[in-house]
């Protein structure tokens, strides 16, 4: 019993001594695990490291502790970017683990402090492709073995490293990476006087497959012979943009031949060769020095100062001429374009024009009709202002049927033509923006496949009827295409621009067949019409309530449209259904205020209409009777006026009076009057002989209601005509000036003087026998008739308060 009892307690006791075992086991097996799990955190922590897909991306490596050794599995393509941590050298050793096997694409960027890359930094990624060591300014040496054990890379970057020394990178690259396809060196040459490509870089690049090159931002660069000879006419993607180049002798007259495989070409701002492209040579087009260019990049190639105009008329020797696929001549001080090609040959290979920043003043429909495959045109950035008043801008586009997006953005257009796109159906894009449109309504009855116009930034007051309509219409039509409505990605067209070949984002892709790859822009296309009416000077009021309900109604997709705003009387507000309510109760009241100001206004208008009546009928009815009383006093017997008018006039200019100024006065008057009298005194006539002068202009003034003088240069020398203006004033009478035009009266008497300033007057002129009057006949006549009235009236006044002086008073009874 006691036996049992002990191998039971021994048997406890190994079953105890077991599971103590195992629970160490696990514990052990815990804390390590806690233990790489709590690196793992803060390696993740240090170096703020994210997954995106396959993407790895580690923004803030300071330390050689901050480099992940470990990856998730799924992980390709790894993104390591630094402070200014880190000295001397990148540690070796880095990639070594099973994980980082699959990396295909490896970018290490802005190590500022990295002075050396040594030989066994890349071991471990025996699968990479695409490797990147960029902006690590400090960078001197690349070890030559460096690239023993990444075989398989395709596509190098070396850019931005400005201490590199390019012989460096040579020879790490002599029988190494057989397989490269593209090169960059952007922008390394600070530490060098020139980048010289020559026998070395030949050395570097013999036995591989490189097609793309890109030497882009290096100020001055050496080509010599060797390079002309065995890597330029390999290439299909050269870019020497922003850079010097210092040719060969010679080269001009080889481009054709180095530059026969090449797809893309990026000469921006390349001083080397200035337009050949269009080179002109005896009125005929030159083949092309780029027989299979698809992309060429020729912005900036002209001083910014110049100003290039092209007025050309040429013809095609042959059909065989090609054109690229896409063509940039931006900021190349171009404003005019005037280029007529003679002939049917028509280039169908061009898609893509950049015209942009050129000051363009004039392009001709011509030249775009050459280009009938057209489909993105950017005109931004010029002043086609100029020529918007000009017949032809209403053409510009009416040969390009393929158009689908065109850019006039920031032209200072202050209107455009209604029938600018009648012509273009296929129509996606138009971009308007930053313009001075004040008004806008253009025809988009063709353009019934149009998704996104962009009106941005002008000074539109608001849309106008016709222009919602359209846009309705257009809506209308695109719906009834599909059931399915997608929402509008709500993306602003210069991001667009930014995004489209014309943006001039191209980039080589190793996992692509080997052609060069561009970002998709037309992704960013909604799929129905879509505007952009931000930042516009649009007004709230009664006058734009259509155009506020259509804004915030419509199913019109308006890119921003809760941030819309207008001007509501001095202050602007945003655009929602509070601000159409106030709008609306304002409109009704100031409706209101408005019938009752039009009835005041028509009763107002009413009686001043009333008024006007009555006053012309007075007035009408005291002519008539001025004119009896004139009829009275001058035809009665006893009477104390026997003329109308003394004529006053001198001897010398008698000829002209007596034919064109008196028989003039006498068949109106005689007319007006219905009279044969004569009523017209003059001196000829009735001054009695045998009188002194004097005393005879006195008596027929005093039998005369008005004094006409004909005032002439001779008049105003003579004593006699002199002495008739002064009885004139004498006697008060009113007097009605006739004067010869341009005499000069300067040295006329003093009285003379002040019956011209005091009198309006009538001029007249006899040119070669021909005499001209102003006024005409008729009002200077009925001046005179008005004189004659007021002075007949005058005298009557007179002659009754002198009666009434006479009365004798009559004596007070007592």
Excluded at 70 to 85: D, E, F, N
Excluded at 698 to 722: D, E, G
Excluded at 795 to 808: C, F, G, M, Q
Aim: hydrophobic residues 40%.
């Amino acid at each position: 019993m006691a036996f049992a009892s002990k191998q039971v307690l021994i048997n406890s006791t190994e079953n105890a001594i077991q599971t103590f075992d195992r629970t160490a086991k696990i514990l052990r097996r815990i804390m390590y695990l806690s233990i790489v799990l709590i690196v793992v955190l803060i390696c993740e922590a240090n170096s703020a490291c994210t997954v995106n897909g396959i993407n790895y991306i580690c923004s803030n490596i300071a330390t050689r502790s901050d480099f992940p050794l470990v990856l998730p599995r799924h992980i390709q393509k790894v993104t390591l970017m630094g402070t200014h941590g880190l000295d001397e050298a990148f540690p070796n050793g880095l990639f070594s683990h099973k994980t980082w096997a699959n990396v295909s694409e490896l970018s290490i960027l802005k190590f500022t402090n990295i002075d050396i890359i040594e030989k066994g930094f890349l071991h471990g990624l025996e699968e990479l492709k695409v490797i990147s060591i960029s902006a690590c300014t400090d960078l001197r040496v690349i070890d030559q073995d460096i690239f023993y054990s990444t075989p398989n890379i395709e596509e190098l970057h070396l850019d931005g490293n400005t201490r590199l020394n390019l012989s460096r990178v040579e020879a790490a690259l002599i029988d190494k990476l057989s397989n490269l396809r593209y090169l960059s060196l952007t922008g390394i040459q600070a530490m060098e006087r020139h980048l010289v490509l020559g026998d070395n870089f030949v050395k570097a690049l013999h036995a591989k497959n490189l097609s793309c090159l890109d030497i882009s931002g290096n100020n001055v660069i050496i080509v010599e012979n060797a390079v002309v000879q065995d890597v330029l006419p390999n290439l299909k993607y050269l870019n020497l943009s922003h850079s010097q180049i210092i040719a060969p002798g010679g080269m001009d007259n080889m481009a054709k031949s180095l530059f026969k495989n090449i797809e893309l070409l990026d000469l921006t701002g390349v001083q080397y060769i200035i337009l050949q492209y269009l080179s002109q040579e005896d009125h005929t087009f030159k083949v092309a020095e780029f027989p299979n260019a698809m992309y060429l990049f020729l912005r900036g190639m002209v001083d910014q100062t110049a100003k290039v105009m092209y007025n050309i008329k040429s013809r095609f020797e042959t059909c065989d001429i090609k054109f690229p696929k896409m063509f940039d001549l931006s900021k190349n001080s171009l404003t005019h374009l005037n280029i007529t090609f003679i002939g049917d040959c028509r280039p169908r290979e061009l898609e893509t024009v950049n015209l942009e920043s050129n000051n363009m003043e004039y392009i001709s429909p011509n030249f775009l009709s050459i280009f009938p495959s057209l489909k993105i045109l950017d005109l931004s950035n010029n002043l086609l202002m100029k020529m918007q008043d000009v017949e032809e801008f209403s053409d510009i586009f009416i040969q390009n049927k393929d158009l689908e997006i065109v850019f006039l953005r920031n032209n200072r257009l202050t209107f455009v033509p209604s029938n600018l796109f009648l012509s273009n159906s296929k129509l996606l894009i138009i971009d308007l923006s930053e313009n001075e449109l004040a008004y806008f309504n253009i025809n988009l009855r063709s353009a019934v496949n149009l998704k996104l116009i962009n009106l941005r930034r002008n000074r539109l007051k608001s849309l106008s009827a016709s222009m919602m309509e359209q846009f309705d219409s257009l809506l209308w039509k695109q719906n009834n295409e599909s059931n399915l409505r997608t929402p509008v990605i709500n993306t602003l067209l210069n991001e667009f621009h930014d995004k489209s070949l014309i943006g001039k984002r191209y980039r080589y892709g190793y996992n692509a067949s080997g052609d060069i790859q561009f970002e998709e822009s037309h992704s960013i296309i909604p799929l129905y019409v879509t505007t952009d009416i931000l930042e516009n000077r649009f007004v709230c009021d009664c006058d734009t309530l259509v155009f506020m309900e259509w804004i915030l109604f419509t199913n019109i997709d308006i890119i921003n449209k809760t941030v819309l705003s207008c001007t509501h009387g001095n202050n602007e507000m945003f655009l929602n259904n509070e601000l159409i309510q106030m709008v609306q109760t304002n409109c009704r009241l100031a409706s209101s205020i408005g019938i009752g100001v039009a009835s005041a206004i028509a009763i107002i208008i009413s009686i001043l209409t009333l008024a006007i009546t009555i006053r012309q009928r007075r007035k009408s009815k005291r002519h008539n009777q001025d004119l009896e009383n004139l009829k009275k006093e001058i035809f009665q017997d006893n009477i104390h006026f026997k003329f109308l008018i003394f004529l006053s006039y001198c001897s010398r200019d008698a000829q002209i009076v007596e034919e064109n100024i008196l028989p003039s006065l006498k068949s109106y008057l005689r007319e007006t009057f219905s009279t044969s009298r004569d009523i017209v005194c003059t001196g000829e006539s009735d001054f009695v002989p045998g009188m002194r002068i004097i005393d005879e202009i006195h008596r027929c003034i005093n039998k005369s209601l008005v004094v006409v003088t004909v005032i002439t240069p001779a008049f105003l020398q003579s004593r006699w005509s002199q002495a008739e203006c002064v009885a004139a004033v004498d006697r008060h009478r009113q007097v009605v000036i006739l004067m010869k035009k341009h005499t000069d009266t300067s040295s006329a008497i003093v009285t003379i003087q002040n019956l011209i300033g005091q009198y309006t007057r009538g001029t007249w002129s006899d040119n070669e026998g021909v005499f001209v009057i102003r006024p005409s006949w008729n009002i200077i006549c009925e001046g005179i008739i008005r004189a004659a009235s007021e002075e007949l009236r005058k005298y009557r006044r007179h002659n009754l308060i002198k009666s009434a002086e006479d009365v004798p008073l009559v004596e007070e009874t007592v």
